[in-house]
């Protein structure tokens, strides 16, 4: 065993293959192997049976949306008709939010460099016809630390844009174990999730598709 002093290798084995989709948005294709997965996927049943997911509600509408929600971290980001932001506690049973796992601390670490932990893992569970709409995350203060977002279960089709709602965009697809890094330029580019192709990972027993991100929202 490593002295507790001595740099330890992350725990997590991230591929190579790095692919710049725009100035500061990153895509590590296939970057959590399979067992890697499944063990981040466990970490996450632990926390949804903590915090269970919910479904969270547009501000002034108070639709609902199609996807639901939970977090972990000192900080979680909810959305009600009262507006977005970071709270401690979850919405609905008031606890504070189980801590981030150790795998995606070490994860951030790797893949950011950022001199401060992530204080906000945003999970977001997809069920057959959820869907996200264009938006930016910008309800951080730390607009200098990028979002990292991880995918697990079925693949997705995710839509970039620029800094302007009404500009261009782009659409790839995120397959279960990819990372997607925004920052830089594009830390505040609109973004979202136009569909998720059902069946197509059987890493979810019931289907589904899984997205965390993990966000600095403090200025460390
Ligand atoms: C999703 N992702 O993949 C939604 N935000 O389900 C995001 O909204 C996102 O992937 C910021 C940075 C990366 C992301
Ligand atoms: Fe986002």
Partial sequence: ?????????????????????????????????????????????????????????????????????????????????????????????????????????DLWDEVTGYPAPPECCLVNFYADKARMGLHRDEDEEALDAPVLSVSLGDTATFRLGGLERKGKTQSFKLHSGDVLLIGGDNRLAYHGIDRVFPSTSTLLKDGGRINLTLRRVTKP
């Fill in 1 to 105: 065993m490593a002295p507790a002093s001595e740099h330890q290798a992350a725990k997590v084995p991230i591929s190579s293959q790095k692919l710049e989709i725009a100035s500061g948005v990153t895509l590590l294709s296939g970057a959590l192997d399979t067992a890697s997965q499944t063990t981040l996927l466990g970490e996450i049943r632990k926390i949804s049976s903590k915090a269970p997911l919910y479904t969270p509600t547009m501000p002034r509408t108070g639709k609902p949306w199609t996807v639901r929600m939970t977090n972990c971290g000192p900080l979680g980001w909810v959305s009600d008709r009262s507006g977005y932001r970071y709270q401690p506690n979850h919405p609905e049973t008031g606890d504070p939010w189980p801590a981030i796992p150790q795998m995606l601390l």
